[in-house]
Nanobody
Framework: VQLQASGGGLVQPGGSLRLSCVASKFTLDYYAIVWFRRAPGKEREGVSC????????YYADSVKDRITISRDNAKKMVYLQMNRLKPEDTAVYYC????????????????WGQGTQVTVSS
């Protein structure tokens, strides 16, 4: 396993979760890390991305101002802090790593985590 996502769970609307993505067997520094999610019955969509070259971050409009992506290269970790969660955030969240930079083209990512389930429900 070269990428492992964790931190998902059941949370009430308005709550928070922090997802983690840890890399093994490769150096994280030069990789862009993206978080995708797939909600039931929907296509997988990009949520957020952080570039390896300069740490530039990107967010989908649906999560902007509620989610923060960050990285700790020394620990080979990328985090996705999710606040003010909504039921529509319910999905399996995947992290992926690629050297091409932040792109919505899934095939360009080299490594994928196994996904972690986030459920937002009262």
């Amino acid at each position: 396993v070269q990428l492992q996502a964790s931190g998902g769970g059941l949370v009430q609307p308005g709550g928070s979760l922090r997802l983690s993505c840890v890399a093994s067997k490769f150096t994280l520094d030069y990789y862009a890390i993206v978080w995708f999610r797939r909600a039931p019955g929907k296509e997988r969509e990009g949520v957020s991305c952080i570039r390896g070259s300069d740490g530039t971050t990107y967010y989908a409009d649906s999560v902007k101002d509620r989610i923060t992506i960050s990285r700790d290269n020394a620990k080979k970790m990328v985090y996705l802090q999710m606040n003010r969660l909504k039921p529509e955030d319910t999905a399996v969240y995947y992290c992926a790593a690629g050297t091409i930079g932040c792109t919505a083209v899934e095939d360009l990512y080299d490594y994928w985590g196994q996904g972690t389930q986030v459920t937002v429900s009262s």
